[in-house]
């Protein structure tokens, strides 16, 4: 007869790999967790950018139908109202500009020459400005107008700079921009 030697695993560890598992977690995992930030931070400014700029186009397309041509309609319920102020422009701008903090967010309203000079404000300010725009002598059909936005956005990146004494969160400015024509 045989005789059928048993052998059964020792799951005893070495005195050397004590802790080993906490060592390898540690050593992997502050960098997945730094990487998962970081993606969320870029897809966070990505967004504030993307915003940025279909603020800019919405401001600038309401801006545009707008011009010297812009009938006002005497049809009942009808209100089109063509004479639009910068305050108008940029209540349209803020309708969009979800995320978007409106005392920091810079708007500039650029009109050729010699339509006059560029008029800067935040969104917050630019709700005081009740000057036309696009101004009476640039807004004949086939003139271009600008807005351009300038808005911070605030990462948080900057708590993990290693020997940062005090944690501030970096600021990056992101700007958009928009042109179009006159249309009416």
């Known amino acids: 007869m045989k005789k059928i030697l048993k052998v059964e695993p020792s799951f005893t560890q070495c005195g050397g790999q004590k802790g080993a598992s906490t060592l390898e977690m540690t050593l992997i995992g502050i960098p997945i967790i730094f990487m998962l930030i ?4 870029m897809s966070r400014g990505m967004w504030l950018y993307d915003t940025a700029a279909h603020a800019a186009r919405e401001g600038t397309r309401f801006a545009s139908v707008h011009g010297i ?21 940029a209540a349209k701008i803020q309708d969009v500009a979800v995320g978007m903090d409106p005392s920091t967010t810079t708007l500039t309203f650029t009109a050729p020459s010699p339509g006059g000079t560029a008029i800067t404000c935040t969104l917050t300010a630019c709700a005081g400005i009740t000057s036309t725009w696009p101004p009476a002598n640039s807004n004949s059909v086939g003139t271009i107008i600008q807005i351009d936005i300038s808005t911070p956005f605030n990462s948080a990146l900057a708590m993990f700079w290693p020997g940062a004494a005090k944690v501030n969160f970096s600021t990056v400015n992101l700007g958009a921009t928009s042109l179009d024509a006159v249309q009416f």
Do not use: L, P, Q, R
């Open 69 to 89: 041509n812009c009938v006002n309609s005497t049809a009942t319920g009808v209100t089109n109202d063509c004479g639009k102020t910068i305050h108008d422009v």
């Open 38 to 41: 970081s993606i969320f931070e």
